[in-house]
């Protein structure tokens, strides 16, 4: 393991996600009716509630508008969801007047250019394996898996494994 991802992952209070490409496989499915579905993966759910029961707060930064979003957002208690907003270093900055957090106590997990400007500000700005070329060059890490196929857990289990949090998360379900 990487130590100073380990050292920023010590600092996070705020793990943001997106959701396209980072808690989906960045499939969108539209059907006839004119709604859409997406596909979540229930190991990143797994991971974000074991996150947020160690006392890290999330949110979920989205440039669309989708039920779908909110419905998983609502089922895993995710508090702060703000969607179709494109400019997200705008509401990254709304969302630590609000916490009263710095830019190094902040995580975020992007896949495409429009999480770019949130990962080079943020303490630890982590990239999905399949994001694209340039984001992941400026990423200060790049998770294994992909998106959709349990990089959000990986992600997770990195910041609880950097605060000393992952064995106590894992043992619970002992």
Do not use: W
Not at 55 to 81: D, F, M, Q
Not at 90 to 110: C, N, P, R, T
Not at 118 to 129: D, K, N, P, S, Y
């Amino acid at each position: 393991m990487d130590q100073s991802l380990l050292a920023r992952a010590s600092r996070i209070k705020l793990a943001i996600f997106d959701v396209d490409g980072v808690l989906t496989d960045g499939r969108l499915y539209f059907l006839e009716d004119g709604s859409e579905m997406k596909a979540f993966n229930t190991l990143d759910g797994q991971g974000i509630k074991m996150l947020m029961a160690s006392g890290v707060k999330t949110a979920i930064i989205s440039g669309r508008n989708s039920p779908a979003t909110e419905r998983r957002a609502r089922n895993l208690g995710i508090p702060y969801v703000y969607q179709g907003r494109e400019d997200k270093l705008a509401v990254l900055d709304e969302l630590l007047g609000v916490l009263g957090l710095s830019y190094e106590q902040v995580a975020h997990l992007g896949d495409d250019l429009p999480d770019l400007p949130v990962i080079r500000r943020v303490g630890l700005g982590m990239a999905v394996a399949n994001a694209a070329d340039f984001v992941r060059q400026h990423a200060h890490g790049v998770t294994q898996a992909k998106g959709g196929e349990g990089a959000a857990r990986e992600y997770c289990e990195l910041i609880l494994r950097g605060q000393g949090n992952l064995d106590a998360a894992l043992n619970h379900y002992l």
